[in-house]
């Protein structure tokens, strides 16, 4: 398994006018970790884990872990002052953050 920090605003494949800076891509030709089965997606615009399985057997196997809810996704997010200890419904829009260095800092790979 591979699991990588992808930065928000970087394509996971390529698409449009992405070709060569995308994480898929960076992986390849950085890590040369080719052929690299993703087990799921982000959004070009979203930051966060990405997982993907080394061999087509392991990405299956993820896959279902995560279908079952084996695997739990934890949000976390940065608030100004302290934040209340009940639930907190937002009702204001998601302000997206643009990064300006494109390179993957956090890859882990075993």
């Not at 998601?94 to 990064?99: K, Q």
Request: charged share 30%; glycine share 4%; with cysteine.
């Amino acid at each position: 398994m591979v699991v990588v920090d992808k930065p928000a605003s970087i394509p996971v494949h390529p698409c449009g006018r992405y070709r060569h800076n995308t994480v898929v891509f960076i992986l390849a030709k950085e890590y040369n970790l080719k052929n690299l089965r993703t087990i799921h997606r982000l959004d070009r615009l979203t930051s966060g884990l990405l997982l993907f399985g080394r061999t087509p057997k392991k990405a299956r196997e993820m896959e279902q872990q995560i279908r079952t809810r084996q695997v739990t996704k934890e949000y976390v997010c940065r608030v100004e002052g302290e934040f209340p200890r009940e639930p907190v419904e937002c009702v204001e829009p998601i302000e997206v953050v643009s990064y300006k260095d494109w390179r993957l800092q956090g890859v882990s790979s075993w």
